[in-house]
């Protein structure tokens, strides 16, 4: 009764099977070439203070190591260049381990709005070179109380907030935002810095990826900071979201889970 001769049905196994490994093999090779360029963006990000380093203790060697003065100058800029390959390991070792499974997130109850705080007295105690005037909009009467791992989401905000100083100038504007929508709180870092082209919108979270390599280079960010944010968020099933004008700036948003004061009050009970 089949139409299909026993021929054709060979056939058509044969090419499913042949669709099939193709893709496998695609993957593969996607995959290598990911390891590739992502070995070398390492080595080029790690390249960076090591020369620095060098250049510094073997100027001093050469005979710079006797005038004091030069000699304080080159000892805090090795000292800086060091800080920052400390600060690039580590994040690429918090990456890898969000990656690998081998970070736990540890969930508690917890006020975001206290959260925020921190990360702006934080940012008040680093000497920045540039002026920034930060505010913070939030209910005064409600409760921002959420349920995630507290210490990966100062990260986040510590990441969105430090990002929006960093990219902004001089006299310029971060307003950060609380609101709480039905079941979700929602956090809007807004800055009025210089923003993001659309073509480089997509791959800001990508690791390392910077919009304009040498300006940002000054910075000393690590190029993992949003990488490192996504990671975070998408660990609570959440995302972060960005939109931005180039010239006029870019609002950074993420939402969590809003605990409602009921459900904390049983939480207690039960603790
Ligand atoms: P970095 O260590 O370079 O700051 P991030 O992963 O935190 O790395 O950010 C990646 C890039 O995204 C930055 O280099 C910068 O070009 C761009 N970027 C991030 N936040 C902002 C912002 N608020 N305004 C403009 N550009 C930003």
Redesign the pocket.
């Known amino acids: 009764k089949s139409s299909i001769s026993p021929l054709r049905k060979i056939n058509n196994v044969i090419n499913s099977y042949a669709i099939a490994r193709q893709k496998e093999i695609d993957a593969l090779q996607k995959n290598a070439e990911f390891r590739r360029e992502f070995i070398a963006d390492i080595s080029h990000e790690l390249k960076t203070p090591i020369f620095a380093t060098q250049g510094y203790i073997h100027t001093l060697l050469d005979g710079a190591i006797d005038d004091k003065q030069v000699r304080m100058k080159f000892l805090k800029r090795a000292a800086k260049s060091l800080d920052s390959l400390d600060n690039l390991v580590q994040d690429l070792l918090t990456l890898n381990q969000m990656e690998s499974g081998v970070i736990k997130f540890v969930y508690t109850d917890f006020d975001l709005k206290e959260v925020i705080d921190e990360v702006i007295e934080e940012l008040e105690h680093k000497a920045s070179k540039r002026k920034v005037n930060i505010s913070f909009k939030y209910d005064s009467d409600k409760s921002y109380v959420t349920h995630a791992d507290r210490q990966k989401i100062y990260r986040v905000c510590q ?1 969105l907030i430090f ?2 100083v ?2 902004n100038h001089d006299e310029g504007e971060v307003k950060i935002s609380l609101k709480t929508q039905k079941n979700h709180i929602q956090v809007d870092i807004k ?1 009025d ?4 082209p659309p073509e480089d919108l997509k791959r ?1 979270f990508e690791r390392f ?4 390599k040498s300006r ?1 280079k000054k ?1 000393g ?7 490192i944010v996504k990671h975070i968020l998408e660990g609570h099933k959440s995302k972060i979201s960005v939109s931005s004008t180039v010239g006029k700036g ?1 609002i950074f948003s993420f939402s969590l889970p809003l605990v409602k004061e009921k459900e904390l009050e049983k939480n207690i009970e039960v603790d």
């Not at 690590?222 to 990488?227: D, E, P, Q, R």
């Open positions: 990441n990002n929006a960093k990219y800055d810095g210089q923003g993001i800001i990826y910077r919009v304009e940002n910075e960010g690590t190029g993992l900071g949003l990488a870019s």
